[in-house]
């Protein structure tokens, strides 16, 4: 976590700091070595969200374009009792969760009913096939009426199988934590992938990461764009 509770304040973890999950209350510990970003960690063994993975340099650059106060917010369901921590929640209730890891489908699909309305941020540099599969692909695109907007033909050709039936927009990353130099690297730009309306077929948004981040920043409404 990058957050912690010292006297009920939303605090970042340093060194020799101890502070109270948000989630559960438990004691957590600072955890600021040299490998890993500074974070809490649980001082006993905890299942406090199983759904909370390690974070890495990507994941907080991410956040970080994001006000504080909308960083790792708890989401309640009141009538389950069901708590979950959104990597990022909008003051419009929009939830933006950064994946880095693997995510199976049948998984992704309960995020997805749990934190709706919500985005998905992808790392797609995790896989190298995943990228050059996706840049041999590029050209074949289909353009559309509007700008940046494609059609993409066979889609499970282009982009990982676990994300092609998401019921909500997919954003993948190709950059991840990498410079880039070539000023016409197609990884300098973040490729949304708009829910499957027909078969066979996707919709995709080519889009700059200032475009991305400031569209969140005022509430998300291209990412409502129908497909």
């Not at 504080?68 to 989401?75: A, F």
């Not at 066979?154 to 982009?159: A, G, I, L, R, T």
């Amino acid at each position: 976590m990058k957050f912690a509770l010292i006297n009920n304040t939303k605090t970042i973890a340093f060194k020799g700091a101890k502070g109270v999950c948000p989630n559960c209350g438990s004691e957590v510990i600072a955890k600021c070595g040299d490998l890993k970003q500074p974070h809490w960690a649980h001082k006993a063994i905890s299942n406090c969200d199983p759904w909370w993975e390690n974070e890495t340099e990507w994941h907080r650059n991410w956040k970080n374009n994001f006000p504080i106060e909308w960083q790792e917010i708890i989401k309640y369901d009141s009538q389950t009792g069901e708590k979950h921590i959104a990597d990022i929640c909008t003051n419009d209730g929009l939830v933006v969760e950064f994946q880095h890891s693997h995510l199976d489908s049948i998984e992704r699909l309960k995020r997805e009913s749990f934190y709706k309305p919500m985005i998905w941020i992808v790392d797609g540099s995790r896989l190298k096939r995943d990228y050059v599969r996706f840049q041999i692909s590029i050209q074949n695109f289909q353009r559309t009426n509007m700008s940046g907007v494609f059609h993409v033909i066979s889609p499970d050709k282009v982009f990982p199988k676990d994300w092609l039936k998401s019921k909500v927009p997919v954003i993948f990353d190709y950059k991840g934590s990498l410079t880039l130099k070539d000023p016409k690297d197609i990884r300098r730009y973040l490729y949304c992938m708009l829910p499957q309306i027909k078969q066979n077929e996707v919709t995709i948004g080519v889009l700059t990461r200032e475009f991305c981040i400031n569209n969140i920043l005022k509430g998300g409404k291209w990412f409502h764009l129908k497909g």
